[in-house]
């Protein structure tokens, strides 16, 4: 039986979600399986956020932004690598599959590759099946 | 058959009870005493730095508030192959001896001696501290909790917090005494021993001196023949924070003794499916046998009056009189009197109190010098101390960088398990007759674990954590073993 | 004469400490008992039954405080039939409030901690594989039980209604007794609310950079405790120790900053927070200089759910749901 992935994306407005944009604008396909939730800046997601995402079922989480020296907010998405560098084993250790969580650096210019990672990404949590917490309780 | 159950048994840490069942007679048939808590430990510890043990396992029990704390830090020595410099060894003693004079003095005072002060058919509404403190007046109640308040306070300035303390180091103590610190606890240490004398002075008037009393203290009701563990140094004496475990029988002889990892080669834990409490006993002296004591058991207790079946004496003036006075009054050694467990803790607490006031004069306590720096992880740590109920066993496995890849907890009320078994049984055959299960009979029966100072969160802390252990006996062609090969 | 407060104290899966912080009142104690009458404190303390508190009118008790998490169905039933019978109850102390330290316990599965305590151990001995059952006939005639195991370990505020959070690992005495004062006067925040001044630890801690004007530095290196000697006078965070002071609330006057131990968050979470280990997370790792760094950090404590949670895992975001795999 297959499954059709749930993920929710975190997109920062000034890149990811530009890309995002800019990947509808250029027809790209990708499945139809990520809600994005639009941040001012990846630094905004709290590990929580992503925590909350996967206590409630979603099968993967995404967090999108800018590449480094590119951030509307300097040091922003800095911070957030280093936070999501933890919060990856956090995830690990705490009893889940760490591929469930990605970070990206997409810009505004890469509908492409946001939709790359789309497919990508959808591939490998049809492979690795729905979050557990879901099933079983 | 008719169940009667104590739920909760009370006065004690942790959570029990016990089931006794009635024949058509109302005589008791059989009585069970149950652990019925369980939290998993071991195996959660594993993938956590050495280090932050201490602090963690602590949490086992916060009663014995620096056991799991003390025993699981010298583990840690053994896990980076350190050892302590003189001064950070004395700190962890004194610390360690302020605990043994605030946790007996709980015991004491808050679980043990409301049956005597209140009695023992008391209401439940007064037959607790604070009954006693009624009884006793509020002036003597509040010098008895100030007092053992001091012995807090030094726990705390030396460990950081008041209870589960964070001071532990791999070899050492991660802070120095200042001379205005060592100072302030030389003067509360001399009440510390205050309070000891007046604790024994208390036993002496309520206890000793009532011949009603007596009977229960040297009655048969109130006997479990098992034999005893305990620690002591190179000349005999008690120890608490580091000796050599000495296990005699229940008539005294010797059985042998160990250190460190030899613990395994003692004793053995049987699970039975109405407990969550494992069974230990002395495999030297056979394999399971059920519970049962008496010439040929191979049970045994540990706690103060199993130090006092192994030791020849102790290190402290004060404490030794009396313990000289304890073994006049019985006589015959081992001596096999539960409640005699009551005057050997107060005993005890005086010994502590003393050795405190001793440390806090040693001129090396102040010193900078507390903690020995690790260069290597060897990996591998036995940790034992003789806590206030009894001999405390912390073994751990760790990988080369101090990563908890293995644990294993012995606890002292485990140990006592089966003697706490047979001390209920007996009790409650001899109080409850004809169905007379009134509250007071039942208190009888709660006063035969009590002795044992029960930690049951300790004793339950949980899973231990390993592989499976293999033992390979190699024979040569006469059959003799010739070689044993073990993977623990 | 003021009528005394009919006070109660449950301990449910916990270790007894923070019924002990108010032992270590010591005389205070004396005092306190003068304004409060107990009339149910087990296991610990008196001889009150838990059927003599089922049988007890519904809000007879005034004040109640439970220590401990809820980790076996007998923890289950009491906590219910002590919030029925009280009309004001407190969660006591990390367990009661956050899971505590034993709802790591969680992090594994029922048969993983059950099968190393019953089977595995190196000194046990187990020929036939027995559990501990919640029933056994033992010998064909004793019927004996005991209370099962919980799928998860639980807050009290999971299972019932809290009136009123204290933090800590046990709470020092000294805000036990600001505290109690607080309850029997009266002066109370709103019923939900955690008892705290709502300071962090670094709020209260002698090394604060602040309090000698000094700017927190990005953090270049991760140690622990066993590496090296702190500076007594520097904050640990600085030196780059794990130090959970900016999240925690600080009660305890920074008690283990003040033997050169770093903070592990008993104190419960700063207001505001929900999920303290994921804050932690934040607070720690944006500290730190660069990816480099955070690499050090995972790698050499480890497991991140055991350093960041160990407190609160029970209140967690994830620790809420039964972990994957773990039996109904």
């Known amino acids: ?137 | 058959m008719k169940k009667v159950e104590i739920n909760p048994i009370t006065r004690l840490e942790g959570h029990g009870k016990i089931a006794i069942f009635l024949d058509d007679a109302g005589n008791v048939d059989d009585a069970f005493f149950q652990t019925v808590e369980f939290r998993g430990y071991e195996k959660f510890l594993q993938g956590m730095p050495i280090e932050e043990v201490p602090r963690t396992v602590s949490t086992i029990c916060g009663v014995c508030r620096a056991v799991h704390f003390t025993a699981s830090m010298k583990a840690s020595d053994g896990v980076y192959g350190v050892t302590p410099p003189s001064a950070g060894r004395k700190l962890r003693e004194l610390f360690f001896n302020a605990h043994y004079v605030e946790d007996h003095a709980v015991i004491l005072y808050a679980l043990g001696f409301p049956d005597f002060v209140v009695g023992p058919e008391a209401s439940p509404a007064v037959r607790n501290v604070v009954g006693l403190i009624q009884a006793v007046g509020a002036d003597v109640g509040k010098l008895v909790l100030r007092k053992r308040g001091l012995a807090v306070k030094i726990f705390e300035m030396l460990g950081g917090k008041p209870n589960h303390p964070v001071a532990a180091l791999p070899g050492g103590w991660s802070r120095r005494l200042a001379e205005s610190e060592r100072a302030q606890i030389e003067e509360w240490c001399k009440e510390l021993v205050e309070l000891g004398e007046l604790t024994l002075q208390v036993f002496d008037d309520v206890v000793l001196k009532n011949p009603k009393y007596m009977e229960l203290v040297t009655g048969d009701m109130y006997k479990v023949e098992v034999g005893y563990m305990g620690s002591v140094d190179e000349q005999g004496r008690i120890a608490y924070y580091d000796g050599v475990q000495k296990v005699i029988d229940v008539d005294g002889n010797p059985v042998g003794s160990f250190t460190g990892k030899g613990y395994l080669d003692f004793i053995s834990e049987r699970v039975l499916p109405w407990s969550y409490l494992k069974f230990p006993y002395q495999k030297k002296l056979g394999g399971w046998d059920g519970i049962k004591d008496g010439p040929g058991t191979n049970l045994y207790a540990v706690g103060p009056l199993a130090r006092f079946n192994i030791a020849s004496g102790m290190d402290t003036p004060k404490a030794q009189a009396h313990f000289e006075r304890f073994h006049a009054t019985f006589g015959a050694k081992p001596v096999h009197y539960i409640l005699a467990y009551h005057w050997a803790r107060a005993i005890e607490l005086l010994n502590a109190a003393e050795k405190c006031l001793e440390l806090s004069r040693d001129p090396e306590i102040t010193s900078a010098d507390t903690w020995t720096k690790p260069t290597s992880c060897p990996g591998e740590g036995v940790g034992i101390i003789e806590a206030p109920r009894g001999t405390l066993i912390h073994h751990y496995v760790t990988d080369d960088k101090g990563i908890v890849q293995n644990a294993n907890l012995i606890v002292a009320t485990t140990h006592n398990n089966g003697p706490i078994n047979l001390a209920v049984k007996k009790a409650a055959r001899h109080f409850i007759i004809n169905g007379n299960v009134a509250e007071g009979m039942l208190n009888y029966v709660e006063m035969a674990f009590r002795p044992y100072d029960l930690c049951l969160a300790c004793a339950t802390h949980a899973v231990t954590g390993g592989g499976t252990p293999i033992e390979v006996d190699i024979h040569d062609h006469h059959g003799h073993v010739i070689r044993t090969l073990r993977n623990f | 004469m003021a009528e005394k407060i009919k006070f109660a104290f449950l301990l449910a899966g916990g270790c007894a400490g923070c019924e002990m912080a108010l032992v270590d009142l010591s005389e205070k104690l004396v005092d306190a008992l003068e304004h409060l009458e107990v009339v149910f404190w087990a296991p610990t303390v008196a001889d009150v039954k838990y059927k003599d508190l089922e049988a007890m009118p519904d809000g007879f008790i005034d004040l109640a405080f439970v220590d401990g998490m809820i980790r076996n169905s007998e923890n289950e039933h009491m906590v219910k039939v002590l919030r029925a019978k009280s009309k004001v109850l407190v969660a006591f102390g990390a367990c009661a409030t956050l899971g505590g330290i034993a709802a790591l316990g969680d992090l594994h599965t029922k048969a993983e901690l059950f099968d190393q305590a019953y089977k595995h151990t190196f000194s046990t001995d187990n020929p036939e594989g027995v559990w501990p059952q919640p029933q056994c006939l033992f010998e064909g005639k004793y019927d004996l039980t005991l209370p099962s195991f919980t799928s998860r370990c639980a807050t009290i505020d999971q299972l019932v209604d809290v009136d009123y959070y204290v933090g800590g690992c046990p709470p020092h005495h000294d805000f036990v007794a600001a505290a109690v004062t607080a309850i029997v006067t009266g002066n109370l925040p709103p019923k939900g609310s955690w008892l705290t001044s709502g300071k962090a630890v670094c709020d209260v801690c002698k090394r604060n950079p602040a309090l000698s004007d000094q700017q927190r530095l990005p953090v270049g290196e991760v140690i622990r405790t066993v590496e090296g000697r702190p500076d007594e006078t520097k904050c640990l965070l600085q030196q780059g120790y794990v130090c959970f002071g900016p999240v925690t609330q600080g009660d305890c006057n920074a008690s283990c900053l003040n033997v050169n131990i770093p903070c592990r968050g008993c104190g419960g979470p700063m207001p505001g927070v929900n999920d303290f280990g994921a804050r932690s997370v934040t607070a720690i790792a944006s500290s730190l200089k660069d990816d480099a760094t955070a690499e050090k950090l995972v790698n050499k404590y480890n497991d991140m759910a055991k350093l960041v949670y160990r407190y609160s895992f029970s209140a967690g975001t994830l620790g809420k749901k039964q972990r994957p795999g773990s039996q109904a």
């Open chain 1, 1 to 137: 039986m297959t499954y059709s992935p749930n993920i929710i994306g975190f997109a920062c407005q000034w890149c990811t979600y530009a890309g995002a944009d800019l990947a509808g604008n250029l027809r790209c396909k990708y499945p139809p399986t990520v809600k994005l939730i639009k941040v001012p800046c990846s630094g905004r997601v709290e590990p929580e956020h992503v925590l909350e995402a996967l206590a409630r079922g979603a099968d993967g989480v995404l967090i999108g932004g800018c590449h480094y020296g590119d951030c509307h907010y300097k040091e922003g998405n800095y911070k957030t690598s280093r936070r999501m560098t933890v919060l990856k084993k956090l995830i690990e250790d705490s009893g889940h599959d760490p591929r469930r969580f990605r970070l990206e650096w997409i810009s505004g210019a890469e509908g492409k590759k946001f939709a790359e990672v789309m497919d990508e990404f959808t591939k490998e949590l049809a492979e690795l099946g729905p979050n557990p917490v879901k099933g079983g309780n």
